[in-house]
């Protein structure tokens, strides 16, 4: 019988067309690691995420699972057995089995996503190495306010103002409702992190929550104003929608 092998997966996004394989894009993180198995199998291997990060967006924890018939690799193994295939910019942290009827984006719970800021005062002090994995911001902002704003959103949210473009909902007309666990600001060495988990999220929705928060907070916008604005579900009201540089899917929880 078919093990059913769950992988915990790092890589720097920057180079790929982001997790999710697509018709006439081979450079995807999906599609990268099928190859890969498909040389260990010998087949064709379907590889299913915890979910899609799009296009220059990291992954420090994202989970995966697939099944094989390939009885002599112990399950942690694969994890050495992947790593040799992929390129360095992917990496398998874990590998282990797990329950056959474990999957990857509908068993789990929570993800928690994470956004990186170095706020300098001045564009020169900044190192050119930085850019990869971080967004520049040019100015300290008021963590406190921000984290006023990150209240307004726990709980059950109607989370239309943060649909991007192309998301599926604005077609079908399913539910924009998320449940978000956690919004929260806070500084770690020399970063300002932004930390956001939920059970799921819309298309660039965690870069359109971090774009609209520093725009208000510039503005220096009082909290219930912004309560007003986000239950409008008015799109055109939310800030930018933030570049992808500086965001990691950082883990899943089952």
Known sequence: MNRNIK????????????????????????????????????????????????????????????????????AERFSFALNS?????????????????FHSRFSAKT???????????????????DNRFNLQLHRFPNIELLNAYGRIILGETDCSIFTGAGDITNITGKSKNRFIYKAHFFTEHNKLIFEISANAFLRNMVRSVTGTFLFYEEANLQPEKLKEIISSGRRDLA????????????KVEY
Not at 9 to 21: E, L, N, P, V
Not at 26 to 47: D, R, S
Not at 112 to 125: K, V
């Open 239 to 250: 800030g930018p929608t933030l570049p992808p540089n500086g965001l990691f899917l950082w």
């Open 111 to 129: 993800r928690l996503y994470r956004y990186q800021f170095i706020c300098h005062s001045s564009i020169t002090s900044v190192k050119p190495q």
């Open 85 to 101: 295939l992929l390129p360095p910019d992917i990496r398998i942290l874990e590998s282990s089995e797990t329950d056959e009827s």
């Open 7 to 74: 992988l915990i997966i790092a890589y720097d996004g920057t180079d790929f067309h982001g997790w999710q394989r697509q018709k006439n894009r081979q450079n995807t993180i999906q599609a990268v690691i099928e190859k890969a198995l498909e040389k260990m199998h010998g087949h064709p291997v379907n590889l299913t995420g915890s979910g899609r990060t799009d296009t220059g967006v990291h992954a420090a924890g994202q989970t995966a699972n697939f099944f094989t018939d390939i009885d002599s690799i112990p």
